[in-house]
Protein backbone atom coordinates (compact mmCIF):
# COMPACT_ATOMS: atom_id res chain seq x y z
CA UNK A 1 0.00 0.00 0.00
CA UNK A 2 0.66 3.22 -0.69
CA UNK A 3 2.87 5.47 2.53
CA UNK A 4 0.52 8.62 1.92
CA UNK A 5 1.27 12.33 3.63
CA UNK A 6 -1.69 14.50 4.04
CA UNK A 7 -0.48 17.79 2.82
CA UNK A 8 -2.17 21.47 3.83
CA UNK A 9 -4.99 22.34 1.47
CA UNK A 10 -7.42 24.96 2.16
CA UNK A 11 -10.66 23.36 3.08
CA UNK A 12 -13.17 26.06 3.31
CA UNK A 13 -16.69 25.46 5.29
CA UNK A 14 -19.20 26.05 2.94
CA UNK A 15 -22.64 26.81 4.11
CA UNK A 16 -25.11 24.74 1.60
CA UNK A 17 -28.31 26.06 2.46
CA UNK A 18 -29.04 27.98 -0.73
CA UNK A 19 -32.17 30.22 -1.03
CA UNK A 20 -34.18 29.47 -4.02
CA UNK A 21 -36.63 31.62 -4.96
CA UNK A 22 -39.48 29.45 -6.43
CA UNK A 23 -42.47 31.46 -5.41
CA UNK A 24 -44.68 33.23 -7.98
CA UNK A 25 -43.57 36.48 -6.41
CA UNK A 26 -40.27 35.77 -7.40
CA UNK A 27 -41.11 34.45 -11.18
CA UNK A 28 -40.37 37.18 -13.62
CA UNK A 29 -41.27 37.65 -17.36
CA UNK A 30 -38.04 36.92 -19.50
CA UNK A 31 -37.76 39.11 -22.52
CA UNK A 32 -35.20 38.66 -24.88
CA UNK A 33 -32.29 41.02 -24.95
CA UNK A 34 -30.02 42.60 -27.08
CA UNK A 35 -26.85 40.18 -28.16
CA UNK A 36 -27.87 37.54 -26.27
CA UNK A 37 -26.98 38.69 -22.80
CA UNK A 38 -29.92 38.37 -20.01
CA UNK A 39 -32.36 41.09 -19.32
CA UNK A 40 -31.74 42.72 -15.34
CA UNK A 41 -34.99 41.03 -14.11
CA UNK A 42 -33.81 37.33 -15.27
CA UNK A 43 -30.60 38.31 -14.19
CA UNK A 44 -31.85 39.75 -10.70
CA UNK A 45 -33.34 36.26 -10.45
CA UNK A 46 -30.67 34.24 -11.41
CA UNK A 47 -28.35 36.00 -8.84
CA UNK A 48 -30.89 35.95 -6.34
CA UNK A 49 -31.40 32.36 -6.22
CA UNK A 50 -27.42 31.32 -5.44
CA UNK A 51 -26.62 34.46 -3.34
CA UNK A 52 -24.46 35.85 -6.63
CA UNK A 53 -21.92 33.50 -5.40
CA UNK A 54 -20.48 31.12 -7.80
CA UNK A 55 -19.30 28.10 -5.69
CA UNK A 56 -15.15 27.64 -6.25
CA UNK A 57 -12.57 25.18 -5.35
CA UNK A 58 -9.00 26.07 -4.03
CA UNK A 59 -7.38 29.39 -4.07
CA UNK A 60 -4.30 29.49 -6.07
CA UNK A 61 -6.04 27.00 -8.68
CA UNK A 62 -5.73 28.42 -12.46
CA UNK A 63 -9.77 27.72 -12.71
CA UNK A 64 -9.88 30.14 -10.06
CA UNK A 65 -7.80 32.40 -11.19
CA UNK A 66 -9.41 32.71 -14.80
CA UNK A 67 -12.77 32.96 -13.01
CA UNK A 68 -11.52 35.74 -10.70
CA UNK A 69 -9.09 37.41 -13.29
CA UNK A 70 -10.48 37.17 -15.96
CA UNK A 71 -14.41 35.94 -16.60
CA UNK A 72 -15.89 38.22 -13.94
CA UNK A 73 -14.21 41.27 -15.48
CA UNK A 74 -14.92 40.90 -19.13
CA UNK A 75 -18.20 40.04 -18.92
CA UNK A 76 -19.25 42.93 -16.37
CA UNK A 77 -19.60 40.54 -13.18
CA UNK A 78 -16.99 41.82 -10.45
CA UNK A 79 -18.85 44.13 -8.96
CA UNK A 80 -22.53 41.71 -8.47
CA UNK A 81 -20.78 38.28 -7.92
CA UNK A 82 -18.38 36.40 -5.70
CA UNK A 83 -16.15 32.93 -6.27
CA UNK A 84 -16.47 31.37 -3.11
CA UNK A 85 -13.00 29.61 -2.63
CA UNK A 86 -13.24 26.10 -1.27
CA UNK A 87 -11.67 22.90 -2.35
CA UNK A 88 -12.62 20.20 -4.98
CA UNK A 89 -14.04 18.20 -2.39
CA UNK A 90 -16.08 21.24 -0.68
CA UNK A 91 -17.55 22.00 -4.32
CA UNK A 92 -18.59 18.83 -4.93
CA UNK A 93 -20.69 18.23 -2.04
CA UNK A 94 -22.35 21.75 -2.14
CA UNK A 95 -23.33 20.43 -5.98
CA UNK A 96 -24.49 17.33 -4.54
CA UNK A 97 -26.51 18.98 -1.69
CA UNK A 98 -27.99 20.99 -4.12
CA UNK A 99 -28.43 18.39 -6.77
CA UNK A 100 -30.44 15.98 -4.53
CA UNK A 101 -33.01 19.11 -3.69
CA UNK A 102 -33.34 20.67 -6.70
CA UNK A 103 -32.11 23.72 -5.86
CA UNK A 104 -30.37 26.45 -7.93
CA UNK A 105 -25.96 26.31 -8.16
CA UNK A 106 -23.01 27.60 -10.29
CA UNK A 107 -20.12 25.82 -9.62
CA UNK A 108 -16.53 26.62 -11.33
CA UNK A 109 -16.16 22.88 -13.15
CA UNK A 110 -14.10 20.74 -15.21
CA UNK A 111 -13.90 17.38 -16.70
CA UNK A 112 -13.18 14.85 -16.86
CA UNK A 113 -14.87 14.35 -13.04
CA UNK A 114 -17.36 12.09 -11.60
CA UNK A 115 -20.03 14.73 -11.40
CA UNK A 116 -20.51 14.91 -15.14
CA UNK A 117 -21.81 10.57 -14.79
CA UNK A 118 -23.38 11.26 -11.27
CA UNK A 119 -25.91 14.23 -12.44
CA UNK A 120 -27.34 16.03 -15.65
CA UNK A 121 -25.13 19.27 -16.09
CA UNK A 122 -23.83 21.58 -18.40
CA UNK A 123 -21.33 24.02 -19.20
CA UNK A 124 -22.60 27.39 -19.67
CA UNK A 125 -21.69 28.97 -22.78
CA UNK A 126 -18.53 31.00 -22.48
CA UNK A 127 -19.18 33.79 -26.21
CA UNK A 128 -15.28 35.30 -25.05
CA UNK A 129 -13.56 32.07 -25.14
CA UNK A 130 -12.07 33.09 -21.87
CA UNK A 131 -12.01 29.11 -20.44
CA UNK A 132 -10.17 28.12 -23.67
CA UNK A 133 -10.43 25.09 -25.48
CA UNK A 134 -9.59 21.52 -24.14
CA UNK A 135 -6.89 21.17 -22.06
CA UNK A 136 -4.24 18.18 -21.67
CA UNK A 137 -2.55 16.70 -18.32
CA UNK A 138 0.72 16.49 -18.82
CA UNK A 139 3.14 14.12 -16.52
CA UNK A 140 6.00 16.89 -15.13
CA UNK A 141 9.30 15.20 -13.88
CA UNK A 142 12.08 16.43 -11.61
CA UNK A 143 15.68 17.30 -13.65
CA UNK A 144 17.87 13.97 -13.34
CA UNK A 145 15.08 11.69 -12.82
CA UNK A 146 15.93 9.56 -16.26
CA UNK A 147 19.03 9.13 -14.83
CA UNK A 148 18.43 8.25 -11.25
CA UNK A 149 15.70 6.20 -12.17
CA UNK A 150 15.62 4.99 -15.88
CA UNK A 151 13.01 2.43 -15.29
CA UNK A 152 10.08 4.77 -13.39
CA UNK A 153 11.09 7.37 -15.45
CA UNK A 154 10.32 5.26 -18.67
CA UNK A 155 6.57 4.29 -17.07
CA UNK A 156 6.01 7.80 -16.59
CA UNK A 157 7.06 8.72 -20.13
CA UNK A 158 4.57 6.21 -21.50
CA UNK A 159 1.78 6.67 -19.19
CA UNK A 160 -1.16 7.50 -21.24
CA UNK A 161 -4.78 6.76 -21.43
CA UNK A 162 -8.54 7.94 -22.13
CA UNK A 163 -11.27 10.29 -20.40
CA UNK A 164 -13.13 7.36 -19.75
CA UNK A 165 -9.99 5.24 -18.22
CA UNK A 166 -9.51 7.97 -15.34
CA UNK A 167 -13.88 8.21 -15.25
CA UNK A 168 -13.73 4.05 -14.61
CA UNK A 169 -11.78 5.10 -11.57
CA UNK A 170 -13.13 8.65 -10.22
CA UNK A 171 -16.46 6.43 -9.93
CA UNK A 172 -14.83 3.76 -8.32
CA UNK A 173 -13.38 6.10 -6.11
CA UNK A 174 -16.52 8.38 -5.38
CA UNK A 175 -18.57 5.35 -4.76
CA UNK A 176 -16.80 4.44 -1.51
CA UNK A 177 -13.47 2.63 -2.86
CA UNK A 178 -10.06 3.09 -1.53
CA UNK A 179 -8.05 5.08 -4.10
CA UNK A 180 -5.28 2.95 -3.87
CA UNK A 181 -7.25 -0.64 -4.20
CA UNK A 182 -9.62 1.34 -6.84
CA UNK A 183 -6.46 1.69 -9.22
CA UNK A 184 -5.56 -1.98 -8.64
CA UNK A 185 -9.09 -2.42 -9.84
CA UNK A 186 -8.20 -0.53 -12.78
CA UNK A 187 -5.07 -2.10 -13.63
CA UNK A 188 -6.62 -5.42 -13.12
CA UNK A 189 -9.36 -4.34 -15.37
CA UNK A 190 -6.82 -3.06 -17.83
CA UNK A 191 -4.11 -4.62 -17.82
CA UNK A 192 -3.53 -4.65 -21.84
CA UNK A 193 -3.42 -1.22 -21.70
CA UNK A 194 -1.12 -1.03 -18.46
CA UNK A 195 1.58 -3.13 -20.29
CA UNK A 196 2.24 -0.22 -22.81
CA UNK A 197 3.08 1.87 -19.90
CA UNK A 198 5.76 -0.60 -18.60
CA UNK A 199 6.99 -1.86 -21.82
CA UNK A 200 11.09 -1.94 -21.70
CA UNK A 201 10.92 -1.72 -17.91
CA UNK A 202 12.67 -3.81 -16.05
CA UNK A 203 11.85 -4.70 -11.98
CA UNK A 204 13.65 -2.68 -9.34
CA UNK A 205 14.15 -3.64 -5.74
CA UNK A 206 12.53 -1.39 -3.60
CA UNK A 207 13.64 2.11 -5.00
CA UNK A 208 11.80 4.91 -3.45
CA UNK A 209 10.20 7.85 -5.45
CA UNK A 210 7.64 10.27 -4.58
CA UNK A 211 4.85 11.41 -6.36
CA UNK A 212 3.07 14.73 -5.79
CA UNK A 213 -0.20 15.72 -6.38
CA UNK A 214 -3.33 18.19 -6.19
CA UNK A 215 -6.69 17.41 -4.20
CA UNK A 216 -8.96 17.06 -7.63
CA UNK A 217 -10.62 13.65 -7.76
CA UNK A 218 -9.36 13.20 -11.45
CA UNK A 219 -5.74 13.90 -9.87
CA UNK A 220 -6.34 11.95 -7.52
CA UNK A 221 -7.13 8.77 -9.50
CA UNK A 222 -4.19 8.82 -12.13
CA UNK A 223 -1.53 9.56 -9.30
CA UNK A 224 -2.88 6.35 -7.15
CA UNK A 225 -2.84 3.90 -10.44
CA UNK A 226 0.47 5.25 -11.93
CA UNK A 227 1.59 4.96 -7.93
CA UNK A 228 -0.10 1.48 -8.26
CA UNK A 229 2.00 0.70 -11.51
CA UNK A 230 5.11 1.88 -10.20
CA UNK A 231 5.42 -0.20 -7.36
CA UNK A 232 3.94 -3.56 -9.21
CA UNK A 233 7.82 -3.20 -10.83
CA UNK A 234 9.26 -2.97 -7.37
CA UNK A 235 9.43 0.61 -6.66
CA UNK A 236 8.60 2.06 -3.02
CA UNK A 237 6.14 5.17 -3.42
CA UNK A 238 4.94 7.70 -1.50
CA UNK A 239 1.99 9.87 -2.59
CA UNK A 240 2.18 13.49 -1.01
CA UNK A 241 -0.83 15.67 -1.22
CA UNK A 242 -0.22 19.39 -1.58
CA UNK A 243 -1.23 22.38 -2.91
CA UNK A 244 -1.23 23.75 -6.82
CA UNK A 245 2.18 25.17 -6.49
CA UNK A 246 3.49 23.23 -3.74
CA UNK A 247 3.09 20.52 -6.31
CA UNK A 248 5.05 22.34 -8.92
CA UNK A 249 8.06 23.72 -6.37
CA UNK A 250 8.33 20.37 -5.28
CA UNK A 251 8.98 18.98 -8.32
CA UNK A 252 10.86 21.80 -9.52
CA UNK A 253 13.40 21.90 -6.12
CA UNK A 254 13.41 17.97 -6.42
CA UNK A 255 11.46 17.26 -3.23
CA UNK A 256 9.25 15.55 -5.15
CA UNK A 257 10.16 12.97 -8.43
CA UNK A 258 6.88 13.62 -10.41
CA UNK A 259 3.19 14.51 -10.27
CA UNK A 260 0.63 13.27 -13.22
CA UNK A 261 -1.77 16.21 -13.21
CA UNK A 262 -0.68 19.29 -14.75
CA UNK A 263 -3.23 20.92 -16.25
CA UNK A 264 -2.11 22.66 -19.43
CA UNK A 265 -2.00 24.91 -21.23
CA UNK A 266 -4.54 27.15 -19.03
CA UNK A 267 -5.00 26.09 -15.47
CA UNK A 268 -1.31 26.15 -14.39
CA UNK A 269 0.20 28.44 -17.57
CA UNK A 270 1.48 30.46 -14.55
CA UNK A 271 3.41 27.56 -12.17
CA UNK A 272 4.49 26.59 -15.83
CA UNK A 273 6.08 30.05 -16.40
CA UNK A 274 7.60 30.24 -13.05
CA UNK A 275 9.62 27.15 -13.07
CA UNK A 276 9.76 26.29 -16.39
CA UNK A 277 13.96 25.63 -16.38
CA UNK A 278 13.49 23.58 -13.69
CA UNK A 279 11.68 20.86 -14.82
CA UNK A 280 11.08 18.39 -17.52
CA UNK A 281 7.86 17.98 -19.36
CA UNK A 282 6.95 14.37 -20.53
CA UNK A 283 4.01 15.23 -22.41
CA UNK A 284 0.19 15.06 -22.45
CA UNK A 285 -0.94 11.45 -20.65
CA UNK A 286 -4.63 12.73 -21.09
CA UNK A 287 -6.25 14.68 -23.71
CA UNK A 288 -10.08 16.20 -23.62
CA UNK A 289 -10.24 17.78 -20.64
CA UNK A 290 -12.68 20.81 -20.69
CA UNK A 291 -13.26 24.39 -18.17
CA UNK A 292 -15.75 26.33 -17.35
CA UNK A 293 -19.07 27.27 -15.08
CA UNK A 294 -21.05 24.51 -14.66
CA UNK A 295 -24.91 24.17 -13.01
CA UNK A 296 -27.72 21.36 -13.73
CA UNK A 297 -29.31 21.00 -16.48
CA UNK A 298 -32.66 22.06 -14.64
CA UNK A 299 -31.58 25.54 -14.41
CA UNK A 300 -32.96 27.67 -17.25
CA UNK A 301 -29.78 29.44 -18.23
CA UNK A 302 -27.30 28.82 -20.86
CA UNK A 303 -24.61 31.32 -21.10
CA UNK A 304 -22.23 33.49 -18.37
CA UNK A 305 -23.43 36.22 -20.20
CA UNK A 306 -26.88 35.44 -18.75
CA UNK A 307 -25.20 36.41 -15.26
CA UNK A 308 -24.90 39.91 -16.45
CA UNK A 309 -27.01 42.03 -14.02
CA UNK A 310 -27.49 45.35 -16.58
Request: net charge negative.
Amino acid sequence: MFKKLLGFTTASVLALGLAACGSEDATTEETPAENGAATEETSAHIGEQVDFEIIGIDPGAGLMNITINDVLPEYGLEDDWTVVESSGAAMAAALSSAYENEEPIIVTGWSPHWKFSDFDLKYLEDPLNLYGGAEDVHTIARLGLEDDHPNAYAVLNQFQWEPEHIEYVMALINEGTDPAEAAEQFANEYADLVATWTDGVDSVDGDELTLLYVAWDDVIAGTNVVGSVLESVGYDVELTQVDAGPMWAGVATGSGDATVGAWLPTTHADYYAQYEDDFEDLGSNLHGTALGLVVPTYMDIDSIEDLVVE
